[in-house]
T-cell receptor, first 110, second 115 residues
């Protein structure tokens, strides 16, 4: 079983749509959680950290359920510029290595 | 403020050859991690360097080795290249004593093709 699992997609949505991505992780000792965004042939960039209380950054909302070992990302009012691969990431130990999911492809179309 | 830089950007090698990739961390960062990203996959952790020592290693063979220099820059060496080593190699830097130890900044990567 993979340490971090994501639906690979692609998710094809029209502009203005709301889209949700889900991710599960297998190691209950995971301590930190993130969503990274990766554009085609570019490096991953941190989109947002994920906290148990849930957190929001503009059109993006992230949720963490430690009991179910489940992470989600909600994008509201999708823009063409949101088209990218979204990587679910966990950090098993404090200050240590990041474990990435395979990514979910989002395509926003006009 | 310079971000993470990597060189070269692209590289083509043949099977059995050796390769060295280089990374300069973001200014003020002291920790460098290396990842391998195959096409269609997420990055896979290779190893991490701090204080010129390897702190942790992922599930990669001994053909993959590294080094960190006193100025915190780092090299990744891969010996006896295989076709399966073709990938984007990403370097990420972080500050181990910083408030948010987990935020890692990635360089643009080196795309290695093994023929």
């Amino acid at each position: 079983r993979k340490e971090v699992e994501q639906d690979p997609g692609p998710f094809n949505v029209p502009e203005g749509a709301t889209v949700a991505f889900n991710c599960t992780y297998s190691n209950s000792a995971s301590q930190s959680f993130f969503w990274y965004r990766q554009d085609c042939r570019k490096e991953p960039k941190l989109l947002m950290s994920v906290y148990s209380s849930g957190n929001e950054d503009g059109r993006f909302t992230a949720q963490l359920n430690r009991a179910s070992q489940y992470i989600s990302l909600l994008i509201r009012d999708s823009k063409l510029s949101d088209s990218a691969t979204y990587l679910c990431v966990v950090n098993i130990a404090y200050g240590n290595k990041l474990v990435f999911g395979a990514g979910t492809i989002l395509r926003v179309k006009s | 403020d310079a971000g993470v830089t990597q060189s070269p950007t692209h590289l083509i090698k043949t099977r059995g050859q050796q390769v060295t990739l280089r990374c300069s961390p973001k200014s003020g960062h002291d920790t460098v991690s290396w990842y391998q990203q195959a096409l269609g996959q997420g990055p896979q952790f290779i190893f991490q360097y701090y204080e010129e020592e390897e702190r942790q290693r992922g599930n990669f063979p001994d053909r993959f080795s590294g080094h960190q220099f006193p100025n915190y820059s780092s090299e990744l060496n891969v010996n006896a290249l295989l076709l399966g080593d073709s990938a984007l190699y990403l370097c990420a830097s972080s500050l181990i004593s910083g408030q948010d130890l987990n935020e890692q900044f990635f360089g643009p990567g080196t795309r290695l093709t093994v023929l």
